[in-house]
């Protein structure tokens, strides 16, 4: 037992020392010795990962039809009638804010409204005398173009009053806040007794049935993946579908320079999932694309097994089968896809490497036969 002890710090030691030595460029060598023989590792030999290859993206799923419905008046809230998660139809009353600014505005609306309109009565009998004064010769004709302006601004006027009036009708009516279509209720964002101002959110609405998967594609993929013979979407109950239609938006977000690629599902398909929900984006390139790639003198086009890679941190390798024993050799890593993960660079094809990379780490492990 006190023989275990001691040899913990040591195994710790040896595995820092191989991170290190593996960032710095230099190969790590685990060799075994018949006093520490450790476990023997399945080995796998690495590939040309096919003639088709595929990008692979994690994309997010999110609905179609989508509102956020916002205040359109002042007030406080009186009562907020749905909640998240309720299914509302279309014109159907979600919130009602104090009316009574709204109230007071209409009523001095209406009052302008009178005032106009004797205004103009008064305007008009006004200008009806001097037209019979005008007849008779006991006016000039200027006196009778004066009248005849003050009843066409006392008409002015009173459109204008009426035109307040209706503004104000119309802030009477946003007191109540409703459902712009069939929908459900997402998210509210004010309670009973919170202050609504103009702009400000009250309710979070998405029509269901309807949803489509958003990724964002690297700028410098962009060719490969518009290129891309077929899409699928991987739905989170692990099916992959073909997306109903298919919109990528012509421009590149400026700081994370992708672009994003929106792919609607069909009726059948929105219901196997919930927005927010994460999935997978394939897109298949052509053959000509895939033979280019593989052609290439470079190692694109190579893939290994999620599990014979080493993940810490900002180190990703494998372990290499050389003269019985394993190295640990820095690579880069891509895409994912139903071939494995591929491997951009720091192998060959031909060479031999661990199937389980945690295993081939353990002091003495070994190469062993070929994975099945």
């Known amino acids: 037992m006190p023989r275990l002890l001691l040899s913990r710090p040591e195994f710790r030691a040896a595995a820092l020392a191989a991170a290190v030595l593996s960032l710095a460029g230099g190969p790590v060598v685990h060799a075994a010795s018949p006093a520490t023989a450790g476990p023997e590792v399945a080995t796998i030999v690495v590939r040309a990962g096919g003639s088709e290859r595929a990008l692979e993206f994690d994309g997010t799923l999110e609905p179609v039809r989508q509102a956020t419905v916002a205040a359109q008046v002042g007030g406080n809230v009186l009562s907020l009638a749905v909640k998240a998660g309720d299914r509302v139809r279309a014109g159907q009353a979600l919130a009602r804010i104090d009316a009574r600014n709204a109230a007071a505005g209409l009523a001095q609306s209406d009052a302008a409204v009178a005032q106009a309109d004797t205004l103009l009565r008064q305007a008009r009998t006004e200008a009806g005398r001097v037209r019979e004064l005008r007849a008779q010769g006991y006016v000039s004709q200027a006196a009778q173009d004066n009248a005849d302006t003050q009843v066409r601004a006392a008409e002015a006027g009173l459109a204008q009053a009426q035109a307040g009036r209706s503004q104000a009708a119309l802030a009477q009516q946003f007191t109540q806040v409703t459902a712009p279509f069939d929908a459900l209720v997402l998210a509210t964002h004010l309670e009973a007794g919170d202050l609504a101002a103009p702009g400000r959110p009250v309710l979070t609405v998405y029509a269901p049935g309807a949803l489509r998967a958003v990724v964002q594609v690297p700028a410098s993929q962009a060719r490969l993946a518009r290129a891309a013979q077929r899409i699928e979407v991987q739905l989170p109950d692990g099916s992959w579908v073909l997306p109903a239609r298919r919109v ?11 672009v994003e690629w929106r792919l609607d599902l069909d009726a059948v398909q929105s219901t196997r999932a919930l927005p927010g929900q994460a999935v997978r984006v394939r897109f298949a390139a052509p053959p000509s694309a895939a033979a280019e790639a593989a052609s290439a003198p470079t190692s694109a086009g190579l893939s290994v097994p999620p599990g014979a890679l080493l993940r810490r941190g900002e180190l990703t390798a494998v372990y290499v089968a050389q003269g019985g024993q394993f190295v640990l050799r820095s690579v880069r890593a891509g895409s994912r896809s139903a071939q494995g993960v591929e491997i951009l660079a720091g192998l ?15 002091a003495g492990a070994r190469p062993g036969g070929a994975a099945r």
């Open 348 to 362: 060959r094809a031909g060479e031999q490497v661990a199937a389980d990379a945690v295993r081939a780490g353990l």
């Open 248 to 258: 990528d938006l012509p421009t590149a977000d400026p700081v994370a320079q992708t």
